[in-house]
């Protein structure tokens, strides 16, 4: 027998960081021309353990849980002629309205017919028409006969409101165009995603300033000793060091950061001057430590009629039901009823087909390591239209009024969702509708950085979705706002579930001296060598919490995460120099920033 004299043996400990220790073996191959007779079958003793954990790192099928619990504000109210809108608001004027419409100041003690029909009634959507799955199938007069606005059909009642996929982040979009406004100073920046982050210069160069501080709209990423690069050159030179974040304002060290004044004369350095960053790790090597910035762009994966929803049992959220009693003589129709303001119902998504993510590669072409829950907006009952996307960085107010980019005329803002239109039972449309996406379709995503020394990516802002109302139905109750640029509700479409781990530490190597280099590994031209950060297998979690460990049975992965999922309203929690009614929303606590930081 022989053993090649090229093998190399490499230990199980070091494979990457924190790996454990494995027994190893060699095959040691018989070269012979004869086989002794056996007289008896051979039994061997298998490990089970062994053979359970080499099928679960085969294996590639997965089955995604999550549990959502809603969180919705229902704080935008407005008013409707149509009837059976008009019958089933949560109420927020309704004595006043009563007297228009039954009374015209006259009180009698049995209401009359009402004298005006055009009469409109204010009040908020109720719940149901937010909820995941609608419960409102027996209401006369909107979801039965007669005079309804549709015919309820249960077998959709989880799909009238949402609809529900899986879905990857496949492809970066770089040229994305981007918008935002800084919300003390209402200073814009119109920008392409791979320019990176805006900027504009709180504090300028002076003859008495030691540092320039630059503000951003969101945050910054950058650590004391990196460097910008920055949109605008001095004396041709556009790269600076960070020498300190922050100002005395507290948790402004994610928003901020100076670089110091060496004497710089002229505009380039002037106060409120604006312009974009590229964060920079090493001026001598900026081929690889140069971030790029761009839109993760997701592929959907899975078909609407895959997503099963379900009650979660004895689930709800801790703030409860919101409900009240809508009397008799206080409504449009003359019913007495309970309307609901806001739920608290839990949920849990799964899909009936499995998963399969052999041979997909995330949008920096390396192994999956996360999948996304993605939730859009179908509002099939018609209240609204137009559906909107932005950035976490889009929500602040511009002038106390929504910020120009969800305009209906902007064109970059539009969801590419294609739209359908029906005419009610009640006789009466258009209403409008979000169509089903199908399995391949793609929707954009997070605005992220990718630095290819730290083989990283770091979120900037989350991807949103605002919801606007169809104001040929139900028309809001200010008339300061732009017609075309309605307030409305923000949520978060993709949510993660975590699948795959990469190591936190970064290995190194040239392919002469390493085995086993990975082909996602990035190459560096200037160190000659290879980087990149090792898969973690499944079931093993190091010293940090890096990794997963979620059951595996039948030939499949059965991760499962919560998931919180927000419908806030525009002028949401914003201070009140912000609010377009001058006012913290009702239940919201405003809490001002501290006098002092809390190094005291």
């Avoid at 496949?170 to 392409?192: G, H, Q």
């Avoid at 078909?303 to 409504?331: H, M, Q, W």
Wanted: hydrophobic share 30%; aromatic share 16%; glycine share 6%.
């Amino acid at each position: 027998m022989t053993v090649d004299p090229t093998t190399r043996i490499i230990l199980s400990t070091q494979r990457y960081k924190s790996a454990p220790r494995t027994d190893q073996f060699i095959n040691i191959p018989f070269n012979q021309s004869t086989k002794d007779m056996v007289e008896y079958d051979r039994s061997v003793d298998l490990s089970l353990v062994a053979v359970f954990d080499q099928e679960r790192q085969a294996s590639t099928n997965f089955r995604p849980v999550t549990k959502f619990t809603i969180l919705f504000e229902n704080g935008i109210s407005g008013s409707t002629k149509y009837v059976p809108y008009r019958d089933n608001l949560y109420y927020t004027n309704a004595l006043e309205n009563a007297k228009s419409y039954y009374y015209q100041g006259n009180q009698p003690s049995v209401p009359p017919a009402p004298t005006d029909q055009n009469i409109p009634w204010e009040g908020l959507p109720q719940y149901s028409e937010f909820d995941f799955i609608r419960t409102d199938n027996n209401v006369v007069g909107y979801t039965k006969p007669p005079n309804n606005h549709i015919a309820f059909k249960n077998v959709s009642a989880t799909t009238y409101n949402w609809s529900h996929y899986l879905s990857y982040p496949y492809e970066n979009v770089s040229n994305k165009s981007l918008f935002t406004v800084e919300p003390n100073t209402n200073i814009t920046w119109s920008w392409v995603a791979s320019n990176g982050i805006p900027y504009y210069i709180k504090k300028g160069a002076t003859i008495n300033s030691n540092e320039i501080s630059f503000k951003c709209p969101m945050k910054h990423g950058l650590t004391a000793g990196e460097y910008v690069l920055l949109s605008v050159n001095y004396n041709g030179n556009q790269i600076f060091q960070v020498s300190s974040l922050g100002d005395a304002g507290s948790g402004s060290e994610e928003y901020i950061f100076n670089i110091r004044n060496v004497g710089f004369v002229g505009n380039t350095f002037a106060t409120n001057s604006q312009g974009t960053f590229r964060r920079l790790i090493n001026p001598s090597n900026s081929a690889d430590t140069l971030s790029n910035y761009y839109i993760r762009r997701h592929k959907i994966v899975t078909s609407p009629d895959c997503a099963v929803l379900t009650n979660a049992g004895f689930e709800r959220n801790i703030y409860g039901d919101k409900k009240k009693c809508e009397i008799k003589v206080l409504t449009p129709n003359q019913v007495k009823r309970t309307s609901v303001k806001e739920g608290s119902r839990a949920y849990t998504l799964s899909f009936n087909c499995d998963f399969n993510i052999r041979g997909l590669r995330d949008n920096q072409n390396r192994p999956l390591t996360q999948l996304f829950f993605t939730t859009i907006w179908r509002g099939y009952f018609g209240w609204t239209r137009n559906l909107k996307q932005g950035w976490d960085f889009n929500t602040f107010l511009q002038n106390k009024k929504p910020q120009t980019w969800w305009d209906q005329s902007n064109a970059n803002s539009n969801v590419n969702i294609s739209q359908s239109q029906y005419n009610s039972l009640a006789l009466s449309g258009p209403f409008y509708y979000n169509n089903f996406l199908q399995s391949g379709d793609t929707i954009d995503g997070d605005f992220c950085e990718w630095n290819n020394f730290e083989q990283y990516e770091r979120v900037i802002s989350t991807y949103k979705h605002k919801i606007k109302f169809n104001q040929n139905w139900f028309t809001l109750a200010s008339n300061t706002l732009s017609s075309t640029n309605q307030l409305g509700y923000f949520y978060q479409p993709h949510n993660p579930i975590q699948i795959a781990a990469f190591s936190d530490y970064i290995e190194e190597g040239s392919s002469e001296n390493v085995v086993g280099i990975p082909d996602y590994a990035y190459y560096s031209t200037f160190m000659a060598l290879f980087r990149w950060r090792d898969l973690y297998p499944y079931g093993f979690v190091d010293s940090d919490g890096i990794g997963v460990d979620y059951p595996y049975m039948n030939n499949s992965h059965y991760p499962f995460v919560d998931t919180i999922f927000r419908i806030t309203p525009e002028d949401y929690n914003i201070p009140n120099e912000y609010s377009q009614s001058g006012k913290v929303p009702q239940n919201i606590t405003q809490i001002d920033d501290p006098l002092i930081d809390g190094c005291e």
